[in-house]
C-alpha cells in the first residue's frame, strides 16, 4: 500500500502529510521577512555615489559601467557624481545633468517612461502571452475525451509486463503471454 | 493507434494551421530584423546629435599648454571652433594637419578661430605633439577631464562648432578636414541669417 | 608561396564544397544512390582544402611573412610563439578560416559516422546542407574576408601585432577554438533537422541519433563561455566577467536555445511528443550562430559606423536571412502535417516541467535578444541613442533564473505521465528543508537581500534534489549488480551533475554580485591599508621590459601573500599601455588589484583598486562540473527496454488504468510508458539511460 493510502485509513487525514511543508513555509517566510529588511545606518555619500556610478555607462568604454572603469571620462564623472551627492543633489537631478551632456544614451538602464518602456513591457508581455497560449492547449486537451483504450492496446500492455515479470522483477502482475 | 487518430481527427483539422500561422509571424518578425540590421543610420559620418548641440557652450577656462591662460568667453562675437584630441590617438593624428591648415587659412583678426582642448593626455605630450605638427592656437589643459565632461566628450578626436553668441552649432564626432569644417562653418552661417 | 599555397586550400575546399552540393543534388533526384555514396569524398577534399589553408596561413604567421596582409596586421617579430599561432583566430578573416577548419572536420566526422547509411536519402539530404554552408564559408575566404590578401605596396619590414588585449593571457589559445567547437558543432543537428523536414522523415530516431553531436557542442560551447568570462575577468581590468555586451549575448543565445532543445529532446525520445518544436529549436540554434557571428564581425551593434568598413556584414545577414526563410518555411510547409499523435496529459509532469523548462529558456533568449538589438531599434525609429546596459539584463534575468533554480529542483523528481501532489511532495521533503535551513543559516550569518537569499535558497533546494536523485541512481545501479559507478553516468545522471555545476554558479553569480565591494587605496612603497578585511601591502614598484612587454608593477602583498603584480603594460612598440590586473584568489573570495594611477614623480603613491567579491572561483568550479556532467552524459548508458517502468507507482483505484482495469485489489503497477511509433533505424529510440533512478517504494502496512 501505497503511504497515500496508507493515510486514508480512518483517524489519519489527507492534510497532516503537508505538515512538515506547513512548517517549511513558515520558517522560510520568517526568515525570508527577517533577511529583508536592511537594517542600518542609511547610506553613506561614498555608498550613494558608488550606486550611482553603477548606473551610469562609461562613454569611452564598451559597455561597462562608470564604476568600473578606469578610464579618464569615467573617472571625471565619477569625480562630478561625488562632488553632487555632496551638495545633497537626488539620483534624478545628476541623472538628468549627465542626460544634459552626453544625451539618455549614458544611462545603462534605458528609462521607463517613454518610447522605451518598451524593453521593460515586452518580455513580461510575451510570457503571458505564452503562458495563455500553453494553458489553452491544455485546457482544449483535458477537455476532450480520453482516447478509446483497443483490445490491441491491452495486449500490448500485458504482454509488457509479462516480459518484466518474466525478467524476474517484483511488483507486477504475472500474465502468461497470449 | 488507428482508433486514436479517428478519434482526434476533427481537433487535428482545426489546428493544421498553427505551424504556418506561427511561422508566417516569424519570417514577418525576421524580415523585418534583417531589413532594420542592412540598414545604416541617416546620418553623415561624423554629425553627432547630442543635447550639448543648441545650447549655450559650457565655458573653457584654464592654463594652455604655451603656459598662458584661455577664456572661451574671450572670444564671443566670433565663430569659435573647439576641438578636443590627444597625441595618442590616430585619428588626432591624422586630422592636425587639416587643423593647421584650417587655422592659417582663418588666421587674420576677427574669423574664425581655433581652439583646442587636451584630452587625457600628459601635457608635454600634448605639447611635442602640436610643435611637431606646426599647430599654433591655444590649446587649454583638463587636468581633471572636467571640461570633457561638460561637453559631452566620449573619446578623441571630437570638434564643437560655437556661434558667436555662444551657442553650439555642431558636433562633430572623428577627425575633420579643412573642407569638412569650412562647409560646416558655411552650413551654420546660413542657418543664423 | 603561402599566400599562393593558401588560396589555393580556400579554393580546393570551396569547389569541393560546390561540386558536393551539385552531385548529391543530382543523386537526390535521379535517385542514384552511387551518387550521395561519394559525398564523403568531397567531404575529404573540403577537410584538405582547409587544412591546406590553415597549414599556410600559420606558416605565414610563424616565419613572420609580411606580404600577407593579414600577418602585417596581427603579427610582429616580437609576438612571442603562443601568440603568433593564436594570432590566426585574433582578427577577422582568420577567425573564418578557423570556423571553415573546424566546420571542415565535423563534416568528415559525421559522413563518417553515418557511412552505413549514406545511400539514405535522409543522410545525403543532410550532407547536402552542410556542405552549403561549407560553400558559405570558403566562398567568404575566396573572396571578401580573403586571409591570404597580400599587401598593396612595399612589404613592410615588421608588423604591427596582434591586439594588445590578445597578448595578455594564454586563455585566448582556448577560448575561440572551443567557442567554434560549439558553434560550428550545431550545424550537424541543424543539417540532419532540415533533411528531417524536407524528406518528411520526423518520426524516426535521427533526432535522438543526433542529440549526442548537440551535447558536445553544447558542451563546448558552455566551456568557450565560460572561458570567455574567466579571460575577461583576468585580462580586462574591471573586476567583472559579464557585462552583458553584444558579444557575449552573441554567444550565450544559441546556448540557451541549444539547453532548451536538450530538455524537450527527452520528451520526445520519450514520448514522441514535440517533435516539430524540437526541429525549430534547433533551427533557430543555428540561426542564432550565425546571427551572433554576424553581430560580432559586423560590429553593427557596439559602432553603428563600422558596419561599413567591412563588406562581410552584408553578407553574413544576407545568410541568416536565407537560413531563417529556409527553415521558417520548411516549418511551416511541413510542421502541421508532421504533427506527432498524443499529447501531455498533465502539467504536473516530467512533460509538464520540460515544457516550463523550454518556455523559461526561450523567454530568457527573448529578453537577451531583445536587449541586444533594442539600441538599434530605437536608434532607428527615434534617431537618439539609448543604451540597455547590464542592470536591465540583471533585472529582467533575476526572476527567470530564480524560476530555472525552481524547476531543476522539482523537475528530476517528477515522474512522466502524470504524478499526484503527494508523490511530489514525498520525494522532495527532504531537499526543500535542506533549502529551507541554508536560508536561516544565512540569514543568521547576515546576508540580506531577497535575491541572493532566494537564490542560495533555491540553489540549495536544487542541489539536494539533484543530489538526491544521484544517490538513488547509484544504489539502485549497485543493487541490480552494474555496479555504483553506473549510477553516475548516461544522459541523466549526467544531467543531474549539470545542474550541480548549474546551482554552484547561480550561487557564485548571487554572492559575486550582491556582495562584491570596490574600493581604492593610495599607499606609498611600505604602506599598508585595510580594504574589506583584506590587508594591503604595497611592497615597491618595479620596471619589466620584455621583448613582448614593457611594464611598471606595482609589487602588492594581499593578506601576507604574494607578491601580486598589478601593472599598467604596453605590448610590443608604440601601442597604448593597458592596465593588466592581478588576482588573489581563495574558496571564500577573490581580491582583485588594478593600478588606477601611477605616481607622478618617483616615489609618490601609488592608486590600487582594489575589488571583494565572495565566491568567484565557485563560478569556475561549477564550469568544471559542468563539463564534467556533459562528459558523464555522453557515455552510453545500458540499453533499456522499452518497456521498463518510468512512472511512480499510482495507487491502484485513484486512476482509471486503461492496462489493468480499475477496481484491481492488486498491488500498485507502474503505469507503463510505450515507446514511440515509428521504424528506428539508428537503434531503439528509447536508449538506456537510467533516467528514472528507481524510487523508494513506499512500504506496505501490514
Same mark, same amino acid.
Given at each position: 500500500m501505497s503511504a497515500s493510502s496508507a493515510r486514508r485509513s480512518p483517524g489519519r487525514p489527507g492534510w497532516v502529510g503537508w505538515m512538515p511543508w506547513a512548517a517549511l513555509a513558515v520558517v522560510v517566510g520568517v526568515a525570508l521577512g527577517v533577511g529583508s529588511t536592511h537594517g542600518g545606518p542609511p547610506a553613506t555619500v561614498a555608498e550613494r555615489a558608488n550606486a550611482i556610478d553603477a548606473l551610469v555607462r562609461c562613454p569611452s568604454c564598451d559597455g561597462i559601467s562608470v564604476a568600473d572603469s578606469s578610464a579618464s571620462t569615467a573617472v571625471a564623472i565619477r569625480q562630478v557624481v561625488l562632488t553632487r551627492v555632496r551638495a545633497g543633489q537626488t539620483d534624478a537631478q545628476i541623472d538628468s545633468f549627465l542626460v544634459s551632456r552626453y544625451g539618455p544614451g549614458i544611462l545603462l538602464r534605458p528609462p521607463v517612461q517613454g518610447w522605451t518602456a518598451w524593453v521593460w513591457l515586452a518580455p513580461p508581455a510575451v510570457l503571458a502571452g505564452a503562458v495563455v497560449g500553453l494553458v489553452a492547449v491544455l485546457w482544449r486537451r483535458r477537455s476532450r475525451a480520453p482516447a478509446p483504450v483497443s483490445a490491441d492496446d491491452r495486449a500490448l500492455v500485458q504482454r509488457a509486463l509479462a516480459e518484466r515479470a518474466g525478467a524476474g522483477r517484483a511488483g507486477s502482475e504475472v500474465v502468461t503471454a497470449p | 493507434m488507428t482508433q486514436t487518430e479517428g478519434a482526434t481527427a476533427r481537433p487535428e483539422l482545426r489546428r493544421r494551421h498553427t505551424a504556418r500561422w506561427v511561422a508566417g509571424v516569424i519570417l514577418v518578425v525576421g524580415a523585418a530584423l534583417v531589413a532594420l540590421l542592412a540598414t545604416s543610420p541617416p546620418q553623415s559620418a561624423t554629425e553627432v546629435d547630442t543635447p550639448l548641440v543648441g545650447q549655450a557652450a559650457p565655458d573653457i577656462a584654464g592654463a594652455t599648454l604655451g603656459g598662458g591662460s584661455f577664456d572661451l568667453?574671450?572670444?564671443?562675437g566670433r565663430w569659435v571652433v573647439v576641438n578636443f584630441f590627444a597625441s595618442w590617438c590616430p585619428p588626432c593624428q591624422q586630422e592636425e594637419p587639416e587643423l593647421v591648415a584650417f587655422a592659417y587659412a582663418h588666421r587674420s583678426p576677427g574669423d574664425a578661430a581655433l581652439v583646442g582642448v587636451v584630452f587625457d593626455d600628459a601635457a608635454s605630450s600634448a605639447h611635442s605633439f602640436m610643435q611637431s605638427t606646426g599647430a599654433s592656437w591655444p590649446a587649454v589643459i583638463d587636468p581633471d577631464g572636467q571640461l570633457a565632461l561638460n561637453y559631452g566628450v566620449r573619446g578623441p578626436p571630437e570638434t564643437f562648432i560655437v556661434a558667436p553668441d555662444g551657442t553650439v552649432v555642431v558636433h562633430l564626432d572623428g577627425p575633420v578636414t579643412a573642407a569638412s569644417l569650412d562647409h560646416w562653418l558655411v552650413l551654420a552661417k546660413q542657418g543664423r541669417s | 608561396m603561402n599566400a599562393a599555397l593558401g588560396r589555393s586550400g580556400v579554393l580546393l575546399a570551396l569547389a569541393a564544397s560546390v561540386a558536393g552540393v551539385a552531385v548529391i543534388a543530382y543523386g537526390l533526384a535521379r535517385k542514384r544512390t552511387d551518387l550521395a555514396r561519394t559525398a564523403r569524398v568531397y567531404a575529404g577534399l573540403v577537410l584538405a582544402g582547409a587544412v591546406v589553408a590553415t597549414v599556410a596561413m600559420q606558416r605565414a604567421l610563424i616565419t613572420h611573412d609580411f606580404s600577407l596582409a593579414f600577418v602585417a596586421a596581427n603579427n610582429s617579430r616580437s609576438t612571442p610563439l603562443l601568440y603568433t599561432i593564436t594570432g590566426m583566430w585574433s582578427a577577422l578573416a582568420g577567425s573564418i578560416l578557423l570556423w571553415g577548419l573546424i566546420l571542415a572536420g565535423y563534416i568528415v566526422a559525421m559522413v563518417w559516422r553515418f557511412r552505413r547509411q549514406a545511400a539514405d536519402p535522409l543522410v545525403a539530404w543532410a550532407t547536402l546542407v552542410t556542405l552549403v554552408v561549407a560553400a558559405f564559408f570558403f566562398g567568404l575566404m575566396a573572396g571578401p /574576408?580573403?586571409?591570404f590578401a597580400t599587401v598593396t605596396g612595399p612589404v613592410p619590414g615588421n608588423g604591427l601585432g596582434p591586439n594588445v588585449l590578445l597578448q595578455d593571457n594564454p586563455l585566448v589559445a582556448f577560448h575561440p577554438p572551443l567557442l567554434y567547437l560549439g558553434f560550428v558543432g550545431f550545424t550537424i543537428p541543424f543539417a540532419f533537422a532540415v533533411a528531417s523536414l524536407v524528406t518528411g522523415r520526423?518520426?524516426?530516431g535521427w533526432q535522438v541519433a543526433t542529440r549526442r553531436w548537440t551535447l558536445f557542442a553544447w558542451g563546448f560551447l558552455t566551456v568557450g563561455i565560460v572561458l570567455g568570462a574567466w579571460w575577461s575577468y583576468q585580462v580586462l581590468g574591471w573586476g567583472g566577467f559579464w557585462a552583458w555586451d553584444p558579444v557575449e549575448n552573441a554567444s550565450f543565445l544559441p546556448w540557451l536555445c541549444a539547453t532548451a532543445y536538450l530538455h524537450s529532446v527527452m520528451v520526445q525520445e520519450r514520448r514522441g511528443l514535440l517533435r516539430v518544436w524540437n526541429l525549430s529549436l534547433v533551427i533557430a540554434t543555428f540561426c542564432l550562430t550565425i546571427l551572433g557571428t554576424f553581430l560580432t564581425r559586423s560590429g553593427v551593434i557596439t559602432s553603428v559606423h563600422a558596419f561599413s568598413d567591412s563588406d562581410i556584414g552584408p553578407l553574413l545577414l544576407g545568410f541568416f536571412g536565407v537560413v531563417l526563410a529556409g527553415g521558417v518555411g520548411l516549418i511551416a510547409w511541413r510542421g502541421d502535417r508532421l504533427r506527432s499523435p498524443g499529447g501531455i496529459d498533465?502539467?504536473?509532469?516530467r512533460e509538464g516541467a520540460f515544457l516550463v523548462n523550454n518556455l523559461l529558456f526561450v523567454l530568457f533568449a527573448f529578453v537577451v535578444l531583445l536587449g541586444t538589438v533594442f539600441p538599434l531599434l530605437y536608434e532607428a525609429f527615434r534617431g537618439q541613442q539609448v543604451t540597455v546596459g547590464a542592470p536591465y539584463f540583471n533585472a529582467m534575468t533575476l526572476p527567470i533564473g530564480l524560476a530555472l533554480l525552481l524547476l531543476m529542483a522539482i523537475g528530476p523528481a517528477l515522474p512522466w505521465r502524470k504524478t499526484t501532489a503527494s508523490t511530489l511532495r514525498d520525494r522532495l521533503t527532504v531537499p526543500a528543508w535542506v533549502g529551507a535551513l541554508v536560508i536561516v543559516a544565512c540569514v543568521a550569518g547576515g546576508v540580506r537581500g531577497l535575491a541572493p537569499l532566494g537564490a542560495f535558497g533555491l540553489g540549495a533546494f536544487a542541489a539536494a534534489a539533484n543530489a538526491r536523485q544521484l544517490v538513488l541512481s547509484a544504489r539502485g545501479a549497485r543493487r541490480s549488480g552494474a555496479g555504483a559507478w553506473r549510477g553516475l553516468v548516461g544522459r541523466a545522471n549526467g544531467g543531474m551533475v549539470v545542474h550541480l555545476g548549474v546551482v554552484v554558479i547561480a550561487v557564485a553569480l548571487a554572492a559575486a554580485t550582491s556582495f562584491g565591494h570596490r574600493g581604492e587605496v593610495t599607499l606609498r612603497p611600505g604602506q599598508v591599508a585595510f580594504s574589506d578585511g583584506h590587508r594591503i601591502e604595497l611592497v615597491r614598484l618595479a620596471f619589466v621590459r620584455t621583448p613582448a612587454r614593457t611594464a611598471t608593477e606595482a609589487l602588492v602583498m594581499v593578506d601576507g601573500h604574494g607578491p601580486l603584480r598589478p601593472a599598467v603594460s604596453q605590448f610590443g612598440a608604440n601601442t597604448e599601455a593597458v592596465g593588466t590586473p592581478a588576482i588573489e584568489s581563495s574558496l571564500e573570495d577573490d581580491v582583485y588589484l588594478t593600478v588606477d594611477a601611477l605616481p607622478a614623480a618617483p616615489g609618490g603613491p601609488v592608486t590600487i583598486g582594489v575589488t571583494v567579491q565572495p565566491l568567484v572561483a565557485w563560478l569556475w568550479g561549477g564550469g568544471v562540473l559542468l563539463v564534467l556532467g556533459a562528459l558523464l552524459a555522453a557515455v552510453p548508458g545500458r540499453r533499456r527496454r522499452p518497456t521498463d517502468p518510468v512512472s511512480a507507482p499510482v495507487p491502484a483505484g485513484e486512476t482509471g488504468d486503461p492496462g489493468g482495469g480499475s477496481g484491481d485489489a492488486g498491488p500498485p503497477r507502474p503505469v507503463v510508458v510505450a515507446p514511440a511509433p515509428g521504424r528506428s533505424p539508428v537503434g531503439?529510440? /528509447?536508449?538506456?539511460?537510467?533516467?528514472?533512478?528507481p524510487e523508494p517504494v513506499p512500504a506496505r502496512s501490514p
Open positions: - | 568667453a574671450a572670444l564671443r | /574576408a580573403d586571409p520526423i518520426g524516426e498533465s502539467v504536473v509532469s531503439t529510440e /528509447a536508449r538506456g539511460d537510467d533516467e528514472h533512478a
